[in-house]
């Protein structure tokens, strides 16, 4: 009878001691199969990859060339329209006449003030309609006032000058080292917004001048608002400005580099 139980137990040792081999049976068939789904998903179509070579092998290995397009894509042919229609040349009196006749209400506020020279025309923006104290970004209720400048000043040929200029307060912040840094960036911003909205470039200057060109005494805070401004100078285009042929001089004749070799010649 004690052998008996003794032999069941040996039985049954030996047994549960092999049960790895399921595990191990199971791990492999499932290696088994990972391997072959890699290795036909790794596997070339030999015919599709021939039919490809075949065909870039010819397309750049012959005389023949593509069709070539006109670079028009489908649809409304011609030339796109520009973003903004071209503006009529216009005299300073026009000029004069149109920024004084939009600008009504802010020059009876005094946020803008126009001033006819026998140079030209000068606009000048307040700080107060522009800018924040000490900033340069534009703020919001300022921008269709500077749409409508830039929608009267497109086309004009004349010589368009943007100048910054800031009181004598000093200033020394992050952003800006000094009232020059300031007045410049006023100047470049304003320039800036109003090119985008139309106002020509050709012949536009941006300058600052800090607080050397008050238009008031620095004394009291009402001339330092005043002098907190920008300007838009409008100008005939001086007798010797630059063209892409040369000069053009007082008596109407064309100095180029050649000229000046001509007349070093002599």
Not at 129 to 158: T, Y
Request: charged content about 25%; aromatic content about 6%; glycine content about 8%.
């Amino acid at each position: 009878m004690q052998k008996r139980r003794s032999s069941s137990r040996d039985e049954g040792h030996g047994s549960n001691s092999e049960r790895y081999l399921l595990t191990y049976a199971d791990l492999i068939t499932l290696l088994l199969g990972l391997f072959v789904i890699l290795y036909a998903s790794a596997q070339v179509d030999n015919s599709k990859y021939k039919e490809y070579a075949s065909a870039i092998n010819k397309y750049f290995n012959s005389d023949a060339q593509p069709d070539k397009s006109n670079g028009v894509m489908p649809g409304q042919q011609g030339i796109p329209q520009p973003m903004f229609p071209a503006g009529a040349e216009k005299t300073l009196d026009q000029i004069n006449q149109e920024v004084t006749e939009a600008m009504q209400d802010l020059t009876a506020s005094g946020t803008v003030a126009l001033e006819r020279t026998p140079n030209g025309l000068t606009i000048r923006l307040s700080e107060k309609l522009l800018f924040d104290s000490g900033e340069s970004e534009i703020q919001q209720g300022a921008l269709r006032s500077l749409d409508s400048i830039s929608a009267i000043l497109r086309g004009i040929k004349q010589n368009i000058i943007v100048e910054g200029h800031t009181d004598d307060m000093p200033i020394r912040s992050f952003r800006y080292e000094s009232n020059w840094h300031l007045s410049v960036q006023r100047a470049l911003t304003v320039a800036y917004y109003c090119i985008r909205s139309g106002m020509p470039q050709t012949h536009l200057t941006i300058s600052g001048y800090g607080s050397e060109r008050p238009i008031a005494s620095n004394d009291e805070a009402e001339g330092r608002a005043r002098n907190r401004r920008v300007e838009i100078n409008i100008k005939e285009l001086p007798q010797n400005i630059p063209t892409d042929e040369g000069y053009i001089t007082t008596e109407g004749e064309t100095w180029t580099s050649d000229t000046a070799t001509a007349s070093d010649n002599r």
